[in-house]
């Protein structure tokens, strides 16, 4: 469910989403949720279609609450309404632009959620997906979660349903390949297959064998990749997984909530900046809690379990620095900064004081949630290393091993081989490497990039001169190559 709240009181908003906070928290679901704090604010920014409901102010100072509310229905006839109020005064102006309820402030858990329970009981249930294949006999739409395999021989496309059934077309296997591979469920083992995660019963040394007994092979070249993505999915599908030493990497001991949403620290003394990156979070589904200075980030961090911390460096009393020390003993948790300071030694001291990541606050909001979502995912995954034969990657320690002997990277060239190896094989541009290292600031025309990928392809090409790890694909970028086992 989307849910939008509008009050230009902060304290009546804070409390507003703190019951939502409470109530993903209940029923373990994970919402979206977007906050304004004038009416002008809210109209400027909607269209019409964004949210399932409203929380709308009556008394906010410029355009009225009845007023957003008219401009509202005449963008989006169907979203809901619940007007929350100091005054009962309004109560009957507000049916008449057809409110779903009147709420009195301050609203309480006792009322609110239940009608948050019957709206989400009226939303529509989304149609599975699926893509439609057109062959000679017939026009056949494939569900994404009927698909079990994807084969390809000589020119014939055969997609393996769960029931046993198999429609074959003349086409290329990379016709499907970006639709499918765009799912977190579906994965490339081999040039001719694609398999859907959902339906592996085991992975071994000869492949994939599905829970319907079909065997499917895994090539030389991805046998690593395949291996850590399997990990990956069944961890977040909260599945206890064992590694070959015996030890239990569980994830429903790891992460408290695995089907419901993340919760999120965000600690900095600047209202504004709190509220620019927590919509950001919570239009992602997390849940937010807010602090103004570390004192009071560590008396939430004695009293709550959090799956991130993000942290403003300058803050009063104790800086950043300081605090994510005193986080480290208290939680096993990622810290990542979030600052406006940009100098490459404050970031280096940033990593030194423990922090995983080190955000400039220039970022854009998409690389932000983007870094942010792969840090969880990563601390949730138990992964701390990529090993791509004699290449390894410390992500705790960054560092990275060549033959078992330490390769001296500067930080931006540890985090430059880190973005490539994580995505085996996919071609990154030049501007596309700027951003995931340095943010939203502009390239000098891909220089930059040129300067550090020399710089680091030298170096591993010294360590280990048996094979090139990075690849220049001219006019299009740069790849990871994992050497053949």
């Not at 070959?244 to 790891?254: E, I, L, R, Y």
């Not at 400039?360 to 909001?365: L, N």
């Not at 601390?379 to 033959?403: E, N």
């Amino acid at each position: 469910m989307r849910i939008a709240v509008c009050d230009d009181d902060e304290q009546e908003a804070a409390h507003l989403l703190e019951l939502i906070t409470e109530y993903q928290l209940s029923r373990r679901i994970s919402l979206k949720c977007r906050s304004f704090h004038s009416g002008t604010d809210f109209l400027y920014n909607t269209k019409g279609g964004e949210y399932d409901l409203v929380l709308l102010d009556t008394h906010m100072a410029g355009v009225s609450g009845i007023q957003v509310a008219k401009e509202l229905r005449e963008l989006d006839k169907n979203v809901r309404i619940i007007f929350v109020s100091s005054s009962p005064e309004f109560a009957l102006e507000s049916y008449g632009v057809g409110a779903y309820h009147y709420l009195l402030k301050p609203a309480d858990a006792g009322l609110l959620f239940p009608l948050l329970d019957e709206i989400r009981s009226q939303l529509p249930i989304q149609e599975e997906q699926g893509f439609v294949l057109k062959n000679r006999e017939a026009v056949i739409r494939v569900l994404f979660t009927s698909l079990e395999y994807v084969e390809v021989i000589n020119k014939t496309v055969s997609f393996h349903l769960v029931d046993g059934m198999i429609h074959e077309i003349t086409a290329a296997l990379s016709d499907f390949e970006e639709k499918l591979l765009s799912r977190p469920e579906f994965l490339k083992t081999h040039r001719s297959y694609l398999v859907n995660l959902n339906y592996v019963k085991s992975l071994g040394a000869d492949g994939i064998v599905t829970k319907n007994g079909h065997s499917i092979p895994v090539s030389r070249q991805r046998r690593n990749q395949v291996q850590d993505a399997y990990m990956h999915f069944l961890i977040r599908a909260g599945t206890d997984t064992f590694v070959p030493d015996g030890q239990v990497a569980a994830a429903s001991n790891k992460q408290e909530r695995p089907s419901g949403p993340w919760k999120i620290l965000l600690v900095d003394d600047d209202p504004a900046e709190r509220t620019f990156w927590a919509d950001i979070l919570r239009s992602h589904g997390c849940v937010v809690f807010l602090a103004g200075d570390g004192q009071d980030a560590l008396r939430l961090a004695t009293d709550e379990s959090f799956d991130c911390v993000l942290l403003d460096v300058m803050i009063p009393g104790e800086d950043g620095f300081s605090i994510c020390e005193r986080f480290r003993k208290l939680m096993s948790v990622p810290v990542i900064f979030l600052s406006c300071l940009t100098e490459s030694d404050r970031q280096v001291e940033g990593f030194a004081a423990g922090g995983i990541d080190y955000i400039t606050k220039d970022t854009s909001a998409e690389l932000f949630w983007a870094k942010v979502e792969t840090r969880i995912r990563l601390s949730m995954s138990d992964r701390t290393q990529l090993c791509y034969g004699p290449l390894l990657l410390d992500l705790t320690g960054r560092k990275a091993l060549v033959d078992e002997k330490e390769l001296l990277l500067t930080s931006v060239e540890f985090d430059i081989l880190w973005c490539l190896s994580e995505h085996t094989g996919r071609i990154f541009p030049p501007e596309e490497i700027w951003g995931m290292v340095w943010g939203s600031q502009r390239p000098d025309d891909g220089q930059m990039v040129q300067m550090h990928m020399s710089r680091l392809r030298r170096k591993l090409e010294k360590a280990w001169g048996k094979h090139h790890f990075i690849e220049t694909v001219w006019g299009k970028g740069y790849r990871f190559v994992p050497p053949d086992k």
